[in-house]
T-cell receptor, first 115, second 114 residues
Framework: KAGVTQTPRYLIKTRGQQVTLSCSPI?????VSWYQQTPGQGLQFLFE???????NKGNFPGRFSGRQFSNSRSEMNVSTLELGDSALYLC??????????????FGPGTRLTVL | SQQGEEDPQALSIQEGENATMNCSYK?????LQWYRQNSGRGLVHLIL?????REKHSGRLRVTLDTSKKSSSLLITASRAADTASYFC??????????????FGTGTLLAVQP
């Protein structure tokens, strides 16, 4: 089975621009979560989608948004980029049927640099 | 804020030695997971231990969980240079609903010297 894929792998943007990142989950997985990883804040939860519905959202400003399509693929969008948005953005997928036992499978991440 | 604090922040050992990392968390959990991350790359799931389990093994990995102390430890036996990575504990969030949100610890950077 193919793993979680994320595109693009690397991205350079300038302040004020917007960016869209894409995540394709493992086939059959219905839940997709997004995380931001920075040296200062570590790994922080952004949001989780299940069957095209946002199930949970982390403590991030409204500039961060996402969506999930009927095939479980997900995108996240960051508008009006700030320097502090530079980070590794990780996507993870799981079956999504039980939070007690689900293992999340992570993609390689998208490295976003904001200049 | 981080749910988990890991100790030590960094650990350097020789190949063949054992490595122990500790994780403490703040709130009640359903399960706790350990992940490995090689430099700047995605996370790899290592092991999941449920709140009603006390110890779990997977190959050279041994995880313990003490819910009364809100702590867990990861032991890697007979370490190899390829074990060099950052190790994170992650707990599921208690928000009353079904969720796959993970809250990660601060991580332990393990360096195994050949």
């Amino acid at each position: 089975k193919a793993g979680v894929t994320q595109t693009p792998r690397y991205l350079i943007k300038t302040r004020g621009q917007q960016v869209t990142l894409s995540c394709s989950p493992i086939s059959g997985h219905r839940s997709v979560s997004w995380y931001q990883q920075t040296p200062g804040q570590g790994l922080q939860f952004l949001f989780e989608y299940f069957s095209e519905t946002q199930r949970n959202k982390g403590n991030f400003p409204g500039r961060f948004s996402g969506r999930q399509f009927s095939n479980s693929r997900s995108e996240m969008n960051v508008s009006t980029l700030e320097l502090g948005d530079s980070a590794l953005y990780l996507c993870a997928s799981s079956w999504g049927t039980s939070h007690r036992t689900d293992t999340q499978y992570f993609g390689p991440g998208t490295r976003l640099t904001v200049l | 804020s981080q749910q988990g604090e890991e100790d030590p922040q960094a650990l350097s050992i020789q190949e063949g030695e054992n490595a122990t990392m500790n994780c403490s968390y703040k709130t009640s959990i359903n399960n706790l997971q350990w992940y490995r991350q090689n430099s700047g790359r995605g996370l790899v799931h290592l092991i999941l231990i449920r709140s009603n389990e006390r110890e779990k093994h997977s190959g050279r990995l041994r995880v313990t969980l003490d819910t009364s102390k809100k702590s867990s430890s990861l032991l890697i036996t007979a370490s190899r240079a390829a074990d060099t990575a950052s190790y994170f504990c992650a707990t599921d969030a208690q928000d009353g609903g079904a969720t796959n949100k993970l809250i990660f610890g601060t991580g332990t950077l393990l360096a195994v010297q050949p």
